[in-house]
């Protein structure tokens, strides 16, 4: 399984970047798609999650300015920054759970790096 994401760079606060990820491989079993930060010095958190079946949570320090959406067709995840804050300057990774049968197993992206300057 690979996952390839896509959309990252510099913006200024208040802007808006979208990112991109389209997984590939042996997905049968797809569920869960979602994106994960991780800011430089800290531990990498969770942002926003979406189901196969289109249900979407988010991290409170994203709600309302954040939002994620996926083409099943394509395998792909997409997540929509809008009003970003110095604070969300991180490395984000794409994160998916694929369930072929009773076991379990998550993949990650390589990473995209969104730098939110002032």
């Known amino acids: 399984v690979q996952l390839q994401a896509s959309g990252g760079g510099l913006v200024q606060s208040g802007g808006s970047l979208r990112l991109s990820c389209v997984a590939s491989?042996?997905?049968?079993?797809?569920?869960?798609m979602g994106w994960y930060r991780q800011a430089p010095g800290k531990q990498r958190e969770f942002v926003a999650g979406v189901t196969i079946s289109g249900y979407s949570n988010y991290s409170d320090s994203v709600k309302d300015r954040f939002s994620i959406s996926r083409d099943n067709a394509r395998n792909a995840v997409y997540l929509q920054m809008n009003s970003l804050k110095l604070e969300d300057t991180a490395v984000y990774y794409c994160?998916?759970?694929?369930?072929?049968?009773?076991?379990?197993?998550?993949?990650w992206g390589q990473g995209t790096l969104v730098t939110v300057s002032s």
């Open positions: 491989g042996m997905l049968a079993g797809l569920n869960l």
């Open positions: 994160h998916i759970k694929v369930t072929p049968g009773t076991r379990e197993f998550e993949y």
